[in-house]
Nanobody, 121 residues
């Protein structure tokens, strides 16, 4: 089993910044891709940014140029640096991690518990 613990959400004024973190723990796994999703009230969950183990990152058009996803493989952690925040960025943010279970070489996906980001004056 893999556990994901998110942190870094909160209340921020428009134009402000926040940094989200998501740390994965467990045993006998290798992390493949990592991503951040968000879900606003009354809306479907949407992909915000993703970072594969190898290759380029990708972003939702609505956050390009403002958000940056990164990962620290030694710490099994993914980050989302959010700058120039707007009220429409208000949502619950979830990390999503795809892993390979090394004992069985099977693929699994896990979700974090979610962290609230509120952008308001």
């Amino acid at each position: 089993q893999v556990q994901l613990v998110e942190s870094g959400g909160g209340l921020v004024q428009p134009g402000g910044s926040l940094r989200l973190s998501c740390a994965a723990s467990g045993s006998s796994f290798r992390i493949n891709s990592m991503a951040w999703y968000r879900q606003a009230p009354g809306k479907q969950r949407e992909l915000v940014a993703a970072i594969p183990s190898i290759g380029s990152t990708n972003y939702a058009d609505s956050v390009k140029g403002r958000f940056t996803i990164s990962r620290d493989n030694a710490k099994n952690t993914v980050y989302l640096q959010m700058n120039s925040l707007k009220p429409e960025d208000t949502a619950v943010y979830y990390c999503n991690v795809h892993v390979t279970r090394l004992l069985t070489m099977s693929a699994s996906a896990y979700w974090g518990q979610g962290t609230q980001v509120t952008v308001s004056s």
